[in-house]
């Protein structure tokens, strides 16, 4: 039903039809196993939170030492499983993963598509996951506005940059990637913005001046 209404609404708005189906996308809540978890599921942790950080036995250096390595982080080999199966190993233990994020994002991108692989949901949906399981998280906004943004949902992408940016919190990296955001939907003028308040804050990334140094920023 929700399919043939988006395809209803994108005629008479303009709008594409991928834009309203995924923001009526109804996702399984991060927290509890009869909330989209499953049995025996380690977690959910906040990735913020120094307690789940620090120390050899914390729940993220057992999660990142099984499920997530450079090789799933940079998705050219999985560790206790599949690639997608890694990351969503990682993606349920912390929801709000910000590397873990980023790679389920350049893994999107690379496949063109939402649904990937043996991921059990769609990556979208994993992003709802983790705004939903973390409000207050610049990060995961910022890297779904990157992801968005390649993938040419540009007003939804915008929307998520937008959000990032005022929970930004002085973090260099939100602004970064929203830079990025900004960048690929073709304001140049934001993304310019944006890098100059994360080198201001700390970043030495040079990727997105990079990139805007091939554009007429005005």
Request: hydrophobic share 35%.
């Amino acid at each position: 039903m929700i399919k043939y209404l988006c395809l209803l609404i994108s005629i008479l708005f303009g709008i594409t039809y991928q834009t309203c189906y995924a923001a009526t996308l109804e996702c399984p809540n991060a927290r509890g196993s009869t909330n989209g978890g499953h049995s025996g599921q380690f977690g959910p942790f906040d990735y913020r939170d120094p307690a789940n950080r620090i120390g050899p036995s914390s729940p993220l250096h057992v999660v990142e030492i099984y499920h997530f390595t450079t090789g799933v982080a940079t998705l050219t080999k999985g560790e206790s499983s599949s690639v997608t199966g890694d990351l969503s190993y990682t993606l349920r233990a912390f929801p709000n993963h910000h590397r873990a994020l980023q790679s389920l994002a350049d893994l999107g991108i690379q496949a063109k598509r939402i649904n990937v692989g043996d991921l059990p949901y769609s990556i979208p949906c994993f992003f709802i996951r983790a705004k939903n399981y973390s409000p207050t998280d610049g990060m995961v906004d910022a890297v779904y506005a990157y992801y968005l943004a390649n993938m040419n949902q540009k007003d939804l992408a915008r929307i998520e940059a937008d959000l990032a940016i005022k929970k930004a919190d002085n973090n260099p990296r939100v602004y970064y990637d929203s830079g990025l955001a900004y960048y690929y939907i073709g304001d140049y003028k934001k993304a310019k913005e944006c890098s100059e308040m994360a080198k201001k804050l700390g970043s030495t990334a040079v990727g997105l001046d990079t990139l805007l140094s091939k554009v007429n920023v005005k």
